[in-house]
């Protein structure tokens, strides 16, 4: 099993730019999340899904989209990215509320 | 809405001396679980508590959970220079995925 696998590991963007970082996990995992972490910030919450088909908002959700066509993959969307944005983007599963298990983390940076 | 607070943001030791980080909530939880996160790395999972007064053990680490369930604590026994990172709490107040994370201790040891 790979896991949760994320893709870009890195990517640096323009102001207004958009993108999709992508994250994926092959352990049949119902829940699914997004976080991203900045210095002194800890992880926080940006979107996250209990099943295909079902998302909910998280702590800071301004700014992102997310959707949950398949149990296996969890796309997260820039629509214009700013530089508030620059960050450490985590994605994470889990199986019901139990541990999570963490992709390897997309380093963004937003000029 | 719900919020996680941790302290001591950083905690600076000894080789050998205990440290000690702790985890408050602003709602009642129904389970808390603690996060390792090494240097460039990603969290990983420790362990999850759920019942009220719950004392865990790993090897040097001890893992309590509150009598009210909103707070709880990591305590570390004569750290190692393998103990270096920074640990989280995180928890949830009901059984919907949702996970929220305090902003973590970041542990050095000196040797």
């Known amino acids: 099993n790979a896991g949760v696998t994320q893709t870009p590991k890195f990517q640096v963007l323009k102001t207004g730019q958009s993108m999709t970082l992508q994250c994926a996990q092959d352990?049949?995992?119902?829940?699914m999340s997004w976080y991203r972490q900045d210095p002194g910030m800890g992880l926080r919450l940006i979107h996250y899904?209990?099943?295909?088909?079902?998302?909910d908002q998280g702590e800071v959700p301004n700014g992102y989209n997310v959707s949950r066509s398949t149990t296996e993959d969890f796309p997260l969307r820039l629509l214009s990215a700013a530089p508030s944005q620059t960050s450490v983007y985590f994605c994470?599963?889990?199986?019901?509320?139990?541990?999570?298990?963490f992709g390897p983390g997309t380093r963004l940076t937003v000029l | 809405g719900q919020q996680v607070m941790q302290i001591p943001q950083y905690q600076h030791v000894q080789e050998g001396e205990d440290f000690t980080t702790y985890c408050n909530s602003s709602?009642?939880?129904?389970?808390i679980q603690w996060y390792k996160q090494r240097p460039g790395g990603h969290p990983v999972f420790l362990i999850q508590?759920?019942?009220?007064?719950e004392v865990k053990k790993q090897k040097r680490l001890t893992f309590q959970f509150g009598e009210a369930k909103k707070n709880s604590s990591l305590h570390i026994t004569a750290t190692q220079t393998t103990d270096v990172g920074t640990y989280f709490c995180a928890g949830s107040d009901n059984q919907g995925g949702k996970l929220i994370f305090g902003q973590g201790t970041e542990l050095s040891v000196k040797p």
């Open positions: 899904s209990v099943g295909a088909g079902i998302t």
């Open positions: 709602t009642t939880l129904s389970n």
């Open positions: 508590l759920v019942k009220s007064g």
């Open positions: 352990m049949n995992h119902e829940y």
């Open positions: 994470a599963s889990s199986s019901r509320a139990n541990e999570q298990f």
